[in-house]
Nanobody, 115 residues
Framework: QVQLVESGGGLVQPGGSLRLSCAAS????????MYWYRQAPGKQREYVAT???????NYADSVKGRFTISVDNDKNTVYLQMNSLKPQDTAVYYC?????????WGQGTQVTVSS
């Protein structure tokens, strides 16, 4: 069983930055692809970014060029650096670990972009 704990959310003004963290309960990044998803009020959960065990990163078009996903294997933590934030980035952000048919989810962290 893998446990994921997100942190780093909060209230930020448009144009600001936040860094989300997702701490895993073990060394999983060599075997699990790590994802960030988000869910805005009244909307479906949507894909944000992923990083594979080979450290290949991909992003949704809506965040490309503004968000960066990375991992720290020593800390068993995956990060999502979010820059140039927009009000439409407001959502609960979830961390996901995926391998074949296995998925683990964190509890989510709220990000609110508002002036």
């Amino acid at each position: 069983q893998v446990q994921l704990v997100e942190s780093g959310g909060g209230l930020v003004q448009p144009g600001g930055s936040l860094r989300l963290s997702c701490a895993a309960s073990g060394s999983i990044f060599s075997t699990y692809a790590m994802y960030w998803y988000r869910q805005a009020p009244g909307k479906q959960r949507e894909y944000v970014a992923t990083i594979t065990p080979g450290a290949s990163a991909n992003y949704a078009d809506s965040v490309k060029g503004r968000f960066t996903i990375s991992v720290d294997n020593d800390k068993n933590t995956v990060y999502l650096q979010m820059n140039s934030l927009k009000p439409q980035d407001t959502a609960v952000y979830y961390c996901n670990a995926h391998q074949a048919w296995i998925d683990y989810w964190g509890q989510g962290t709220q990000v609110t972009v508002s002036s």
